[in-house]
C-alpha cells in the first residue's frame, strides 16, 4: 500500500495510543489511572517521550488540559478511566465544548463483551458525552484505533475547535495489531467551509464603508483562526471601532483607541450604547449569547448586521442576520483585505471619526468602578495586582463569578490568549486546574488565577498536583465570604433574602502550607504588592487570601432580558 | 399540497455505525425540536443509511436550525429537507378495525377506494394495509375510526425527490 507507513511488528492497543500520541506532537498529557486503563499506563511506564501529570480528579485533568490548550492554541489531551473517572470528566468536556478548545479525551472503557452488562465501573460515556462533545467514538476494533485517534484530533482543533471523546474497551487496549498511521482522513461528512462567499465578503466590506455609525463585535473565533491581525488591520483601515466578547479579550489590543473593550451584561456601558446605536454590525466568531445582547429584540436595533462564523448554526440562531457570511475570520478579513486595497472604496472617514468622538464622550462621563468600602475592596485588590504584573505578560485564569467580571473589567491585554475563562458553561472550578494547564505548557511563565472563597473551593485538591510538580501558579482569592454573584442578584431582585448564599471556607493560609504550597493573608490595602511581590519570587504554588468587603457589587450591569443601554452603574444610578 | 403542510420531512444520509439512531434523535430532543415520525434503515449504497424525520419544528428558522444542526453531525453527509424540494412522501399503515356483520362491506368497499388490502381476518375483525401521503392516510383513518379501530401501526413517512438527481455515498449530489 502506498503512501501509508507502517512498522512491521505488532503493538498493542495501549502502545498504538502511545505511538498516535506522538505522532500528534503530544508530549504532556493530564491524567488519572484507574482498572481498565491499567496497559496504557503500563505502556507509559517506559515512555520517555509523554509526560503524565497526575491530577488528583478527573475533572480537573479536562480543564488543565483546556488550560493548556488556550494558551498554545494546541489540542489538550486528557486521559481517565471509565465509569467514574469518565463521568467526572463531563463538566470539563461540555465547558471546552461551550467556549470552543480543541480537548481529545480518551477514555477507559469495560471489555467490549460485558458493554451494557452494568459491569463495574461502566458508564455509557458515548451516550452521557454525545450531546456536549463535538464528536465521539467508542473503538470497536484495534485495527481502527489509529485512524480514530487522527481523526479526533483533526476533528478537535479543525472548523469551530472542540472536544472529542474517545472511548476505549479494556480488550481494544490489550489487543494486537500492525500499527498503521493513516496519512490520509477521509471524513465526507466533515468539511468545516474555510472561505467565504466572496459576494457575501464584497457586500459586506461595502455596508461596511458606507456605514455612519459602524462597530465591529470581535469573538472567541478571531483567536481560534489567530486573526488579529487581519482584524488590526481592517479595524484601522475603516476607522471602525471594535468591542470584544468575553471569549476574545486581546484579540484586539485593548490599549488601541478604537478599542471599546468588553460589551454586554457587565460591559462597558459606552460599549452596550455604541453597540445600541451603531448602524452597521460586524460581528464576528461570535454565536451572539444571551449574555452579550440583552433583549434581543433591542439589540443593535437600527443596524444591518453581518456575521463571520465558520459554523453555520451560529448564524440566525439568536440575531437575525442580514448578511451572514460562512467562514474562517481569518480567510474572511483578508478577503475583505485584499478587496478593499484592489479597488477603489470611499469610506467615510470623517463620518466615522466623528462617530469614534461621541463614542469617546460616552465613555469620558465613565464613573470610577471602585467603591470607598472600610475592608478592602476587591476592585481595587484586582487593578492594583494588574498594575504592578502587566508588565510580565502574565496568563490571567479566573474562576466564575464577580470576580471574573472584575477580572474582565479591569485587565486590559493586547494580546490573546493570555485571559483563561470559562465563558459559554460558567464553570466554578474552572480557573484553578486551567491555570495548572497553562503552567505546564508556559514553564516560565507567571500565571495567575483570579478566585473567589466559592469557587476555588471547587477543586482546591489540586494544590497538591501543583506542589507535586512544583508549577507555581498564583491563586489570588477575592475572599468576601459570599457567592458574591448570586448575593449581587439576591440583593436586586430578590428582596436582599440571602438564602444559602453566605458561603465559609478554610483558613486558606493554612490550607496552601497543609499541602506545602505558601499562603499569604492581605486585609489591607499597602499589602497588596509586598505580598505579590514576595509571591512572584518565591516560584511555588500560592494562596493569597485577600479578605475584602462583602458587599461590592459588579457595575455596570445589565439586568438579564433588559436591552443592552439600560445599564446600572451603581447601586442608586441607573444610566439609560 | 407541500406548503400546506405544517410538518416538514427531512431526509439525512448518514454513515451507517452504531449510535447514529440516537445522535440524530438526540439533537431533536436536547434542542427542543419535536420528532413526529422518524424512520432508518440501509440505502442502496453499502454502510450508509437513511433516517427520515418529521417534525412539526415549526417556523422557517426552527427548520433552518434543525437543518445545520444535522449537517454539524460528523456521520451526516446530506441533509435535505423534502419540503423545500419537488418530492413525494408515503407511509404505509397497518390497521386493525373491528369487523362486525353490518360493517364488512363498508370496511371492504373503503379499502378499495383506497387501494387498502386487507391482511389478515379473524372473526372479529379485519386487518388493513394501506400505502399513500399524508393527506390519503389521514383520511383513510378517519373513516375507519368510526367502525372501530383497535390497532393501528404507522410506519412513519419516508420521501424521496422527484429529480433526476440523487445523492451519491460522499454525499454529492449528482445527476
Known amino acids: 500500500m502506498t503512501g501509508i507507513e507502517t512498522k512491521a511488528d505488532k503493538l498493542t492497543g495501549a502502545q498504538i495510543f502511545l505511538e498516535c500520541l506522538k505522532k500528534e506532537g503530544v508530549d504532556e498529557i493530564f491524567g488519572y489511572p484507574g482498572g481498565v486503563i491499567l496497559t496504557i499506563y503500563e505502556a507509559l511506564y517506559n515512555c520517555k517521550e509523554i509526560k503524565h501529570y497526575l491530577v488528583r480528579h478527573e475533572q480537573a485533568a479536562i480543564h488543565a488540559a483546556e488550560g493548556y490548550a488556550r494558551v498554545t492554541g494546541r489540542a489538550g489531551v486528557a486521559l481517565v478511566t471509565s465509569g467514574p473517572g469518565a463521568t467526572n470528566a463531563i463538566t470539563g468536556i461540555a465547558n471546552a465544548y461551550y467556549d470552543g478548545y480543541p480537548l481529545v479525551v480518551f477514555t477507559g472503557q469495560v471489555g467490549s463483551s460485558q458493554i451494557g452488562n452494568d459491569a463495574f465501573q461502566e458508564a455509557d460515556i458515548v451516550g452521557i458525552t454525545r450531546s456536549c462533545c463535538k464528536h465521539n467514538y467508542l473503538v470497536k476494533d484495534v485495527k481502527d484505533l489509529s485512524r480514530i485517534i487522527k481523526e479526533a484530533f483533526h476533528i478537535a482543533t479543525t472548523g469551530k475547535p472542540g472536544p472529542v471523546v474517545v472511548d476505549m474497551p479494556k480488550d481494544i487496549l490489550s489487543a494486537s495489531t500492525e500499527f498503521v498511521w493513516p496519512d490520509k482522513i477521509k471524513l465526507p461528512g466533515y468539511n468545516p467551509n474555510y472561505n467565504g462567499h466572496p459576494k457575501q465578503i464584497s457586500k459586506a466590506l461595502e455596508l461596511l464603508c458606507d456605514a455612519e455609525r459602524p462597530v465591529i463585535i470581535a469573538g472567541g473565533g478571531i483567536v481560534a483562526s489567530e486573526a488579529m491581525d487581519e482584524l488590526k488591520q481592517l479595524a484601522d483601515k475603516l476607522n471602525v471601532p471594535v468591542a470584544n466578547t468575553l471569549m476574545a479579550k486581546g484579540a484586539y489590543p485593548e490599549d488601541d483607541p478604537k478599542s471599546l473593550g468588553m460589551l454586554g451584561m457587565h460591559g462597558n456601558f459606552w460599549t452596550n450604547h455604541a453597540v445600541t446605536n451603531c448602524d452597521v454590525l460586524f460581528a464576528i466568531g461570535t454565536r451572539f449569547n444571551d449574555r452579550i445582547t440583552g433583549c434581543l429584540k433591542r439589540f443593535a436595533r437600527d443596524a444591518q448586521i453581518i456575521h463571520v462564523d465558520i459554523d453555520p448554526c451560529s448564524i440566525n440562531k439568536n440575531v437575525k442576520v442580514d448578511i451572514p457570511i460562512i467562514g474562517d475570520a481569518k480567510n474572511v478579513m483578508k478577503a475583505m483585505l485584499e478587496d478593499f486595497n484592489s479597488h477603489e472604496y470611499d469610506i467615510n472617514y470623517e463620518v466615522k471619526q466623528s462617530w469614534l468622538e461621541q463614542i469617546n464622550d460616552w465613555r469620558n462621563k465613565r464613573p470610577s468602578l471602585e467603591c470607598s468600602t472600610e475592608k478592602l475592596s476587591a476592585v481595587t485588590v484586582i487593578k492594583k495586582i494588574y498594575e504592578y504584573t502587566k508588565d510580565m505578560d502574565p496568563i490571567v485564569a479566573t474562576e466564575v463569578g464577580q470576580h471574573q467580571m472584575w477580572a474582565a473589567q479591569l485587565w486590559k491585554f493586547n494580546k490573546p490568549r493570555r485571559f483563561v475563562t470559562s465563558g459559554g458553561l460558567g464553570t466554578m472550578g474552572f480557573g484553578f486546574p486551567a491555570a495548572m494547564g497553562a503552567s505546564v505548557a508556559l514553564k516560565d511563565r507567571l500565571i495567575l488565577n483570579i478566585a473567589g472563597d466559592g469557587s476555588i473551593q471547587m477543586n482546591i485538591q489540586e494544590l497538591a498536583t501543583c506542589v507535586e510538580y512544583n508549577l507555581p501558579v498564583i491563586n489570588i482569592i477575592i475572599n468576601n465570604g459570599y457567592l458574591g454573584m448570586v448575593r449581587q442578584w439576591q440583593e436586586k431582585l430578590y428582596d436582599k433574602h440571602y438564602s444559602e448564599t453566605k458561603i465559609s471556607g478554610p483558613d486558606f493560609v493554612k490550607v496552601a502550607e497543609a499541602y506545602g504550597a505558601r499562603g499569604f493573608r492581605v486585609t489591607k490595602e499597602d499589602e497588596i504588592i509586598p505580598v505579590m511581590k514576595e509571591a512572584i519570587e518565591c516560584k511555588q504554588p500560592v494562596f493569597i487570601d485577600f479578605v475584602v468587603e462583602e458587599c461590592e457589587m459588579v457595575y455596570p450591569w445589565v439586568l438579564a432580558g433588559n436591552p443592552l443601554n439600560k445599564v446600572l452603574l451603581s447601586n442608586s444610578c441607573p444610566i439609560n | ?175
Do not use: W
Open chain 2, 1 to 175: 399540497m407541500q406548503n400546506n403542510n405544517k410538518n416538514h420531512v427531512i431526509s439525512v444520509m448518514v454513515k451507517d455505525e452504531a449510535g447514529i439512531v440516537s445522535r440524530v434523535s438526540g439533537l431533536f430532543s436536547g434542542r427542543g425540536y419535536s420528532i413526529e415520525s422518524i424512520t432508518a434503515a440501509q440505502t442502496s449504497e453499502k454502510g450508509y443509511a437513511r433516517i427520515t424525520i418529521e417534525t412539526s419544528g415549526g417556523d422557517a428558522d426552527v427548520i433552518e436550525q434543525i437543518t445545520k444542526q444535522l449537517n454539524r453531525l460528523i456521520p451526516v453527509l446530506k441533509v435535505v429537507d423534502l419540503g423545500d424540494v419537488e418530492s413525494i412522501e408515503r407511509e404505509l399503515i397497518l390497521c386493525k378495525v373491528l369487523a362486525k356483520d353490518e360493517d364488512r362491506s363498508e370496511i371492504l368497499r373503503i379499502a378499495e377506494i383506497f387501494g387498502a388490502k386487507i391482511i389478515d381476518v379473524t372473526p372479529r375483525t379485519y386487518t388493513l394495509q394501506a400505502l399513500g401521503d399524508e393527506r390519503q392516510i389521514r383520511s383513510l383513518i378517519e373513516l375507519l375510526r368510526p367502525i372501530g379501530i383497535r390497532e393501528l401501526v404507522r410506519s412513519g413517512k419516508v420521501g424521496i425527490t422527484r429529480s433526476n438527481q440523487f445523492t451519491n455515498g460522499n454525499g454529492k449530489v449528482v445527476e
